[in-house]
Each structure stands twice: as structure tokens, then as C-alpha cells.
């Protein structure tokens, strides 16, 4: 069998079937990403390989740094040649690593290079990819054709404009651009001097005036509007683990206008305040319809010399073994005691915790619709073929693999869209490769429904996406 073949991962014949005849062409619905607005919404294109290939793309950057290079043709001044350079004398040492297998994936899908990648080939890559780089229809826009990708959805801040949505709802391109919410820097009330910068952003943006708790929250109700009104249907939040202990309005309140006027709040308010703040924006989501993702248990810029220097989500993060239990369930509870819960997905970064997180979901159904609470795929460093598996297990056995919302990308890049292509083939090989050992039916038409529900229907239908 050929490395990266038509039938990569894919080693029964219903396995095969499944990928080339249903799946295989499926469209992309890119739920959760970190896409730039501003490059979506000018078409931008890309000077060179490195650009963007290299560019922000810390997962490179951490297997550079594990292969001995100089930071300096990692993240510094070095030129686009030398740090591809740099790129393609690291690629044989990734083997067995999933960067191998996405490189030369994207290689093949966007440049039509069947080569690896090595010090030998990088003078013909680097020439090829940028030539095909200088084609009219390599940009944003043409790559979002290029996959047939019917949805993105971006990452925003409720500080931020939404100024690039808007200018791309107007544009012709066919593929849906919407804003997620993710609010979390209004619970930085521990860090004033983060917290209060971030409310001067968010009043000029909500046109508002934020003295008080009532103030921020009716600035974060209108931006939570506007984000609507833009298309948004789905938030999201970066927690290492949800808070636990509740807050009263007074005590959120004093705790707020504390750190209003320069003083930090102690451990215990910000989880107070933290839990304050998630409460009122489930019940945000639950009005709206929204579904709220909740991505837990990353150990963030730990390495603080180098995090300090280089600034976040530069590759010093981590798999956290923080205790998730007891503040999901508490949070959980809250809403659904207050008829509030809205649709959610639950992310892990821990695979200790993947039980933990699939029978949880369980717990909070409530018959309203069908998966509203989901187990989402794997996460960040469980974005691989093992830590896909595992979670397509731990959901099979414990919920309905059948109601999963299936892939997204999280990715800061235009090159990452075969990520889907990859799930794919996973999932396809797991559901027919056991129908072809017996454990699930001899039943084509159903396997059909069940793949193409987890890469597109499924999530069409959850987020309620016209497309």
C-alpha cells in the first residue's frame, strides 16, 4: 500500500465504500475556527509557501524547536526561504507524528505534489507551491470554493468589530462567514490592568458607558445581539476548567466594581465572578437558540520566559490535569435548574476525561432536541487519529454517535480544510470496518446515513445553517 493513497486509513472494503461513495465528497461545514475575518473579507492571497504555511502554525513551530532550530527561523527575522528551509529539514524527523501526514495531504490537495517533503526536495516544492500560490484563484476566496466549505465560523471577541462580517455578507462569495462569541476576557477580574483596557475596547464598540455590573452586562447583551444579527449562531469559551462556587448578584457586583477601580480580585471571587458571568451567558445562548462550546483543560503559556517574549498561542500550552467534574456539573445544573441550558458542545483536552465528558452529556438531555448536548472531537493535541478514535468510542458507548455535529478544523489556517478529509477516513474505517467483521449491520443504506449525518447533515441541522 502506497503512503497517503486513495484508500489511506482505510482498510476494509465497506471502510472504502463508505469514504469514496459517501463521504468522501461531502461538503465542509467549518463550525469553529480561528480564520482571519479580515483576510476572508479582502480575499487575501500570500507572497510565499512560508506565508502561508508556516505562518502562526504552532504546531510547526513546536516540532522545530523539539528539532534543535534557532528560534530566529521559527518566529524571527530569518527570510521566508530559510525558515521553509528549516520546515523541510524537520519533516523527516515528524514520522508517526499526524503533522507528517497533513503536510504531505495538503501538499497533494492544494499543489497537486505527491513528493515528501525533505532538504532534497525543497528547492522543486518551494518553486511549485509558490507558482501555484501566484494562480488568479488562490485566495481566501477561492480556497473556501476550492472545498466546497458552506460554513465558517470565526472566533471574535465582543469587543471586536464586526465590520469584516458584514463586508463578506455583502461580497459574492458563496460560502457563510458568522462571528462566535467568546467573551472571555470579561472575567479577567483578577487582572485589572488586562480587564480594564479590554472595557474601554468594549465600550467604544457597544457605543456605551461601563461603570457598573449592570453596565457590562447590558454591553455584553447588545454586543451578544449584534453578533446575531451577524449571523452568529454558536459561542465559545477557553477555560482550564469551569468554576464551581456560585455568586450572588451583590457579591458579583462588588467584585466587579473592584476590579473597576484597580483591585485585583482574589482566587475565589474570579471563580465567583467566573461562574456569575457563565450563567448569564448561557442564558444569552438559550434565548437565541445558540449553541455554546466549551473547550477545558488547556495549561496555557507555561513556559513564561518564552510565552512573555513571544506572545500567546505561540506553542507554550499544554495537556492540563486540572479536575473537570465537579465544575461541569455544577454549571450544567445551574442552567437546567433554571430552564436556561442552551445546546452545547464539550470539548476536552485531557483524554483521561473523555468518559468523564460523554456520559455527562447524557445526564442533561432533556428531549427538546435531538443531541443538544454533545461530546465534541478531539481537541488540540487530541486532534489525531488516536484521540479521534478514542472519542468516537467513548461517545459511541456511552450516547448516539449517530446525533454527533462531527469535525471542525479550530485552525488558524487556509491549508487546513483536509483536516475534515482526515476525520473522514477515520470514521469511515472505524463504522466499516466493524460492519465488515460483524459487530454492526450488513446494511449499506444505514451506514450511508449514519457517515453522512456526522460530516454534514448533522451539523447543517444543529446550528440551524441555511446552507
Given at each position: 500500500m502506497a503512503y497517503l493513497d486513495e484508500n489511506f486509513l482505510l482498510y476494509s472494503p465497506t471502510a472504502r465504500r463508505l469514504f469514496h461513495e459517501v463521504a468522501k465528497d461531502q461538503p465542509i461545514i467549518d463550525y469553529h475556527c480561528h480564520l482571519s475575518p479580515r483576510e476572508i473579507a479582502t480575499n487575501h492571497r500570500w507572497a510565499n509557501i512560508s506565508d502561508i504555511w508556516l505562518g502562526g502554525d504552532h504546531y510547526k513551530w513546536r516540532l522545530m524547536r523539539a528539532n534543535g532550530v534557532d528560534e530566529d527561523l521559527i518566529t524571527g527575522d530569518s527570510t521566508p526561504r530559510e525558515k521553509f528551509q528549516a520546515w523541510a529539514e524537520t519533516v523527516p524527523y515528524t514520522l508517526r507524528n499526524p503533522i507528517h501526514h497533513w503536510t504531505h495531504i495538503e501538499l497533494q490537495r492544494y499543489f497537486g505534489i505527491d513528493k515528501l517533503l525533505t532538504p532534497a526536495t525543497a528547492d522543486e516544492i518551494w518553486d511549485r507551491t509558490n507558482a501555484t500560490l501566484a494562480e488568479a484563484d488562490f485566495s481566501t476566496?477561492?480556497?473556501?470554493?476550492?472545498?466546497?466549505?458552506?460554513?465558517?465560523?470565526t472566533t471574535d471577541d465582543p469587543a471586536?468589530?464586526?465590520?469584516?462580517?458584514?463586508?463578506?455578507?455583502?461580497?459574492?462569495?458563496?460560502?457563510?462567514?458568522v462571528p462566535t462569541f467568546r467573551p472571555d476576557k470579561a472575567m479577567l477580574v483578577d487582572r485589572p490592568d488586562l480587564l480594564n483596557p479590554w472595557l474601554a475596547k468594549l465600550e467604544a464598540t457597544a457605543n456605551t458607558s461601563i461603570v457598573h455590573l449592570s453596565d457590562l452586562l447590558s454591553a455584553l447583551q447588545k454586543r451578544h445581539d449584534d453578533f446575531h444579527e451577524a449571523g452568529a449562531r454558536l459561542s465559545d469559551h477557553g477555560m482550564d476548567c469551569l468554576p464551581a462556587q456560585r455568586c450572588t448578584d451583590e457579591e458579583a457586583a462588588m467584585i466587579f466594581e473592584r476590579a473597576r477601580s484597580g483591585k485585583a480580585a482574589s482566587a475565589d471571587e474570579k471563580e465567583k465572578f467566573s461562574f456569575y458571568l457563565m450563567v448569564f451567558f448561557g442564558q444569552l445562548d438559550a434565548a437565541k437558540g445558540w449553541t455554546k462550546q466549551l473547550h477545558l483543560g488547556a495549561f496555557r503559556n507555561i513556559n513564561s520566559r518564552m510565552a512573555g517574549k513571544l506572545g500567546p498561542d505561540t506553542g507554550y500550552d499544554t495537556i492540563g490535569d486540572t479536575r473537570q467534574g465537579e465544575g461541569l456539573v455544577s454549571y450544567l445544573d445551574a442552567l437546567a435548574s433554571s430552564d436556561s441550558l442552551p445546546k452545547i458542545v464539550l470539548y476536552n483536552l485531557n483524554p483521561r476525561d473523555n468518559y468523564l465528558f460523554a456520559c455527562l452529556t447524557g445526564v442533561f438531555q432533556d428531549g427538546t432536541v435531538a443531541g443538544k448536548i454533545q461530546f465534541g472531537s478531539g481537541w488540540w493535541f487530541l486532534d489525531q487519529k488516536?484521540?479521534?478514535?478514542?472519542?468516537?468510542?467513548?461517545?459511541?458507548?456511552?450516547?448516539?454517535?449517530?446525533?454527533?455535529?462531527?469535525?471542525l478544523t479550530d485552525s488558524r489556517s487556509f491549508l487546513s480544510f483536509p483536516r475534515h478529509e482526515y476525520f473522514r477516513r477515520i470514521l469511515c474505517n472505524l463504522?466499516?470496518?466493524?460492519?465488515?467483521?460483524?459487530?454492526?449491520?450488513?446494511?449499506?443504506?444505514?451506514?450511508?446515513?449514519?457517515?453522512?449525518?456526522?460530516?454534514f447533515g448533522n451539523a447543517k441541522r444543529h446550528f440551524g445553517f441555511d446552507v
Open positions: 476566496h477561492g480556497l473556501l470554493n476550492k472545498f466546497d466549505v458552506r460554513v465558517v465560523g471586536d468589530s464586526l465590520d469584516d462580517h458584514l463586508a463578506i455578507a455583502a461580497s459574492d462569495l458563496k460560502t457563510l462567514v488516536n484521540g479521534m478514535e478514542l472519542q468516537l468510542d467513548a461517545l459511541s458507548a456511552t450516547g448516539l454517535l449517530s446525533r454527533f455535529v462531527g469535525m463504522i466499516g470496518g466493524e460492519a465488515d467483521r460483524g459487530e454492526l449491520p450488513d446494511d449499506f443504506e444505514a451506514l450511508s446515513k449514519l457517515v453522512g449525518d456526522i460530516c
